[in-house]
């Protein structure tokens, strides 16, 4: 059992070092040499468990999709009334956060994705999209929704959205000061676009009171310039 648990964590440290490369450098870097250097792992072993560089690349690009599920979501689910199972604070913020940011540090990685999405016949079956759409199902069946949600239509244009944006992002911001500023323009619009067509705003005065502590730092900023 022991050897079996190894041989898959050998395999997920692979993995893990090739989402790094694919990170900062996209596919075409990708090697089992490099992988396996980064890994801290012999090539030998590597070769082990991917024969070819295009069985490595081909399971680092299905494994991103994986990898974001577990960054944005990790273990935390949604109970009926949309709070994170567990916990006192409603999840809507925090998980609005999470996406931006982990879109605005890993555009690459963003990209990866939607473009393995764009090439699925069944986009509907990844398994990162089917976890936000879980959520967004669960959030818009709690009584603080608003009716008439169309949770896929819903689920792919804000997916898209938070994915689209940085390249914006690496167009406009030269700076990590101007990409966090960047990344707070998006938080304020999607909890805005919540806020007035998702959410009864009334159930959630701590989404205001984020959207005005948005835009007053946002007002800082700039008169600071």
């Given amino acids: 059992m022991a050897r079996v648990r190894n041989k898959a964590a050998t ?67 949604l109970d009926e009334d949309g709070h994170w199972s567990g916990s006192d604070e409603r999840p809507v913020d925090e998980v609005v956060s999470r996406l931006v940011n982990f879109a605005v540090e890993n555009p690459v990685l963003c990209r990866i994705w939607l473009f393995e999405v764009l090439s699925s016949e069944n986009p509907s079956d990844d398994q990162f999209f089917r976890q936000f759409k879980e959520s967004t199902q669960e959030l818009s069946e709690s009584t603080s929704a608003k009716p008439g949600i169309d949770v896929e239509a819903l689920s792919v244009m804000m997916l898209a959205g938070y994915f689209v944006w940085p390249l914006w992002v690496d167009a406009h911001a030269n700076t990590k000061r101007q990409r966090r500023e960047m990344a707070d323009r998006m938080r304020h619009e999607v909890v805005r676009l919540l806020l007035n067509g998702v959410l009864e705003g009334s159930d959630f005065p701590h989404l205001q009171r984020s959207l005005e502590q948005i835009r007053k730092t946002r007002e800082e900023t700039s008169d600071s310039i």
């Fill in 11 to 77: 395999r997920e440290a692979i993995l893990e070092a090739a989402r790094q490369v694919l990170a900062t450098s996209g596919p075409d870097a990708l090697s089992l040499s490099k992988v396996a250097n980064l890994a801290g792992i012999n090539r030998g072993t590597a070769y082990q468990h991917f024969e070819t560089r295009d069985e490595l690349v081909k399971a680092s690009v299905e494994s991103v999709g994986q990898y974001m599920s577990s960054c944005i979501f990790g273990d935390i689910e």
